[in-house]
């Protein structure tokens, strides 16, 4: 008979992120579900690793743990420790708000896909759109466990692929498509105030403006209802620029 399958759910909307519950349900007939994710909120924490402090994993209830890190620790602690006896497949999210473009280079999601990816997992990210502040997570866990029955059966080698799905109910999502990131533009306003003090303090608000609506990537793809299928790369070099800076002269 064959073995059980192992899926590891990480996040970086943390433990009340409330994509959780409905990745973590839906996953749950494919096989042995565990979750390991930041105690806190940490979207927007990139890859960042945690080297300079202890990590505490707390148990929160049967297949959850949250840790005091982020969420690339999220996923090394995962594969390396916890399910060191084999990991089938990791899924991160599903994220409130979507990864799209440009944001895959901020996103913890992404990062925590892409470490499980590192170290040699299939992995995928999925990110749900919001309507007026509100996430319907319905169609994304439904698509999430389509991925993860398609990932299960392999290729053996790693793969990384991010997912978004539109702001629609489950019925007015007209399908998916493959394609290539987009466009993201943010407004470059950083907020200066002052603090009771009299010290100036700066917000970053990186409000989301508009996309680029390019045929072929997932802005465009999520604007017209689909949800966007995107494998990414864990070697971020221009090869197309290779030869025009080897010919340089420093
Ligand atoms: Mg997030």
Redesign the pocket.
């Known amino acids: 008979m064959a073995r059980e399958k192992r899926i590891l759910v990480v996040?970086?909307?943390g433990l009340h992120?409330e994509g959780l519950a409905p990745l973590r349900e839906a996953l749950a007939p494919l096989g042995k579900v565990t979750a390991i994710v930041p105690e806190r909120?940490r979207?927007a924490a990139s890859h960042c690793l945690t080297l300079h402090k202890p990590l505490r994993l707390k148990p929160h209830g049967p297949g959850l743990y949250a840790i005091n890190g982020t969420p690339a620790d999220c996923a090394r602690i995962g594969v390396l420790h916890l399910m060191r006896s084999g990991v089938d497949l990791v899924v991160s999210g599903i994220?409130?708000?979507h990864n799209m473009g440009s944001d895959v280079i901020y996103?913890?999601?992404v990062a925590a896909a892409s470490e499980a990816a590192m170290l040699g997992v299939p992995a995928v990210a999925v990110s749900q759109g919001l309507k007026g502040g509100k996430g319907d997570y319905r169609a994304a866990a439904a698509f999430a466990v389509r991925v993860a029955q398609r990932l299960l059966k392999g290729p053996k080698r790693p793969v990384l692929l991010n997912v978004n799905v539109p702001a629609l109910p489950p019925e007015s999502v007209k399908g998916w498509k493959t394609v290539r990131l987009g466009e993201r533009l943010y407004d470059q306003n950083v907020a200066v105030r002052r603090d009771p003090r009299g010290d100036h303090y700066f917000w970053m608000a990186g409000r989301w403006v508009r996309g680029r609506d390019l045929p072929g990537t997932d802005i465009s793809a999520v604007r017209a209802g689909y949800i966007s299928v995107t494998p990414l790369a864990l070697d971020p070099t221009d090869v197309a620029a290779l030869p025009k800076v080897a010919a340089w002269r420093f």
């Open positions: 996040n970086d909307d992120g909120e979207s994220n409130r708000g996103s913890g999601t």
